[in-house]
Nanobody, 122 residues
């Protein structure tokens, strides 16, 4: 079992920045790939970014490339999502998730956090 707790969400104006954190506990964090997903009101949960267990590999959804950066600190059991140049369409609940396999799919994740709300005003 892995417990995940997200933090760092909030209200920000368009063009602004936020950094999300996800603290993990329960199992060896460095064994897992970590992902960020988001769910906007009335929409399905979608992939945002993923980072490999070692931190050397990353992948992003096209709309966030160049604006968002995923990183991790295995010593702190924490994964981060730095979000810059935020747009109103980035408004969503952001979830972190872990997977023992490399995956960009919600179905491929093993454990989920409860999410943190990001609201971007225009």
């Amino acid at each position: 079992q892995v417990q995940l707790v997200e933090s760092g969400g909030g209200l920000v104006q368009a063009g602004g920045s936020l950094r999300l954190s996800c603290a993990a506990s329960g199992r060896t964090f460095s064994n897992y790939h970590m992902g960020w997903f988001r769910q906007a009101p009335g929409k399905e949960r979608e992939f945002v970014a993923v980072i490999s267990s070692s931190g050397t590999g990353t992948y992003y959804e096209d709309s966030v490339k160049g604006r968002f950066t995923i990183s991790r600190d295995n010593a702190k059991n924490t994964v981060y999502l730095q979000m810059n140049s935020l747009k109103p369409e980035d408004t969503a609940v952001y979830y972190c998730a872990v997977s023992s396999k490399w995956s960009l799919s919600t179905n491929g994740m093993d454990y989920w956090g409860k999410g943190t709300l990001v609201t971007v005003s225009s």
